[in-house]
């Protein structure tokens, strides 16, 4: 049978053309359950793999997945390990099905600072899937949102030294194209899972006129219809961009 949509023509010409997503709740979704962190870790896997599939049926453009920040080299070694195995796992168990449906992988953040396995896994996943067009799937993993200013603002300094660009040249595109996600739209629909409400270092530049959605559901309990119910929300609310709907006084 074929997978059916849950809404009207109109209401799926307005799902958001790009989807970013704050995995939270793995290490709340093993205590509760008395496990270990990395138990809930390798359970917030299962979600992601149910959640791009969803995205892809869904015809989505892009999906961005927070996996790891800058900052989350904070945790302990024991747990650092954990999540650095588990990218290993994913690409190994999810690599054929990804590319085989068309999905193209990028991965957000610094890959230099990585262990050489995990490095190697991201640049060959990014390779292999380079001609793919359809769902773009944005990784970050050692990410961080002021990162990747700095990183926009070193090569953009480097090109107006070598004459290639004027100071006045300089454009809220221009940043863009120094950014991870170049030439992808810009964030439409922020989830983040577990009830916190904040970015915490994500796509700082792209999420400027996003909507925020803010489920209190652990990631490892967020099923494809907590997403469809967030989508929903978003379908219905009305994005302003600094105008007015209708003219009044
Ligand atoms: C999010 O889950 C996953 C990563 C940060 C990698 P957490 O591990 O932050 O879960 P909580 O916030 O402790 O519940
Ligand atoms: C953000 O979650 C990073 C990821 C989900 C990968 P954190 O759990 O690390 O963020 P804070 O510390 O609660 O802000
Ligand atoms: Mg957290």
Redesign the pocket.
């Known amino acids: 049978m074929k997978w059916k949509l849950p809404w009207t023509t109109e209401e799926t010409g307005k799902l958001p053309q790009h989807v970013a997503i704050i ?7 093993a205590k509760k359950h008395k496990l270990s ?1 990395s138990r ?2 390798r359970q ?1 896997t299962e979600t992601l793999r149910e959640i791009i599939r969803h995205t892809d049926d869904l015809g989505i453009r892009a999906l961005s997945l927070y ?3 800058t900052e ?1 080299w904070n945790r302990s070694e024991e747990e650092v390990a954990a ?1 650095m195995q588990l990218i290993l796992d994913f690409f190994a168990s999810e690599i054929d099905e990804l590319d085989e449906k068309n999905v193209r992988i990028l991965i957000l953040g610094d890959k230099s600072r990585l262990p050489e396995k995990q490095r190697e896994t991201l640049i060959e996943a990014e390779k292999r899937t380079a001609g793919n067009t359809g769902l773009r799937l944005n990784i970050a993993v050692n990410y961080g949102g002021r990162a990747e200013l700095v990183k926009a603002a070193r090569e953009i300094a480097a090109l107006v030294r070598d004459g290639s660009l004027s100071e006045d040249e300089i454009t809220e595109e221009t940043i863009s194209d120094h950014l991870y996600t170049r030439g992808q739209p810009d964030v439409d629909l922020l989830i983040r899972t ?1 009830g916190e409400q904040r970015l915490s270092n994500f796509l700082l530049y792209q999420n400027a006129y996003a909507e925020f959605i803010f489920p209190d559901t ?2 490892p309990d967020f099923t494809v219809h907590d997403y469809d119910l967030a989508l929903d929300a978003f379908i219905h609310r009305e994005r302003r961009f600094g105008g007015r709907q209708e003219a009044g006084g």
Do not use: K
């Open positions: 995995m939270d709740g793995n290490g709340r979704w962190v809930g870790h917030g996996a790891f920040s989350n999540l577990s652990l990631w």
